[in-house]
């Protein structure tokens, strides 16, 4: 069963770039045809996807943050990385990196096979 772990800073200046990393095991991230998604969920918000890499490699991200944010793979350590520049104290949340065997059209957790336990990444100076 592939298991999904997020790692990075838990706390971040605002204005700078937030950036986490999910290790992927028990599954390559290139097997076909799965997309690797970042989600975040804000303290008393609902989740919000941010963007995918799909098992080709092709990037997809939500219009609202596309201007700020970068994910990129490393197949050679099985691991994907989210980017996020210029965070603000909005950006505060629990980071997710999730797993789902179609394109991520919805953010409910149902949608996706497997989740990372999530990350908690706090904007503040």
């Known amino acids: 069963q592939v298991q999904l772990q997020e790692s990075g800073p838990g706390l971040v200046k605002p204005s700078q770039t937030l950036s986490l990393t999910c290790t992927v095991s028990?599954?390559?991230?290139?097997?076909?045809?799965?997309?690797w998604s970042w989600i975040r969920q804000p303290p008393g918000k609902g989740l919000e996807w941010m963007g995918a890499?799909?098992?080709?490699?092709?990037?997809y991200y939500s219009p609202s943050l596309e201007s700020r944010t970068s994910i990129s793979r490393d197949t050679s350590k099985n691991q994907f990385t989210l980017q996020l520049t210029s965070v603000t104290p909005e950006d505060t949340a629990v980071y997710y990196c999730?797993?789902?065997?179609?394109?991520?059209?919805?953010?409910?957790?149902?949608?996706?096979?497997?989740w990372g336990q999530g990350a908690q990444v706090t904007v503040s100076s």
């Open positions: 028990g599954g390559s991230i290139t097997t076909n045809y799965y997309f």
């Open positions: 890499v799909a098992s080709g490699g092709s990037t």
């Open positions: 999730a797993r789902s065997a179609a394109f991520p059209v919805r953010v409910d957790r149902e949608f996706y096979d497997s």
